[in-house]
Nanobody
Framework: QVQLVESGGGSAQAGGSLRLSCVAS????????MGWFRQVPGKEREFLAG????????QYTDSVKGRFTISRDNTKNTAALQMNSLKSDDTAIYYC?????????????????????WGQGTQVTVSS
């Protein structure tokens, strides 16, 4: 079983930055595809960014392209989401997710149903 623990959430002003981190345990990290999602009350969980287990391929949803950057450090079992130019619409609970069992080093999962493991979530609040 994979355990994911997020950190780095909090409050920021519009135009500011925050960096989220996710530490994984319980399975070899290099086997995991990693992703970041967010959710606001009353809405479905939204895919933001994903990274292949090799780290060579990343994908973003359009609303965060050019502002958010996903990365991973396989030596530290950590994935991160750097969020710049924050907007009030970015206010949400942010979740780290992992998918295991994928052979292809360049595959990125982009839907919530593809991920088997989830962190507890961390609140991000952006004020204008």
């Amino acid at each position: 079983q994979v355990q994911l623990v997020e950190s780095g959430g909090g409050s920021a002003q519009a135009g500011g930055s925050l960096r989220l981190s996710c530490v994984a345990s319980g399975r070899t990290f290099v086997d995991l595809i990693m992703g970041w999602f967010r959710q606001v009350p009353g809405k479905e969980r939204e895919f933001l960014a994903g990274i292949s287990w090799s780290g060579s391929i990343v994908q973003y949803t359009d609303s965060v392209k050019g502002r958010f950057t996903i990365s991973r450090d396989n030596t530290k079992n950590t994935a991160a989401l750097q969020m710049n130019s924050l907007k009030s619409d970015d206010t949400a609970i942010y979740y780290c997710a992992a998918r295991s069992g994928v052979r292809y080093p360049t595959y990125v999962a982009t839907t919530s149903r593809e991920y088997q493991h989830w962190g507890q979530g961390t609140q991000v609040t952006v004020s204008s």
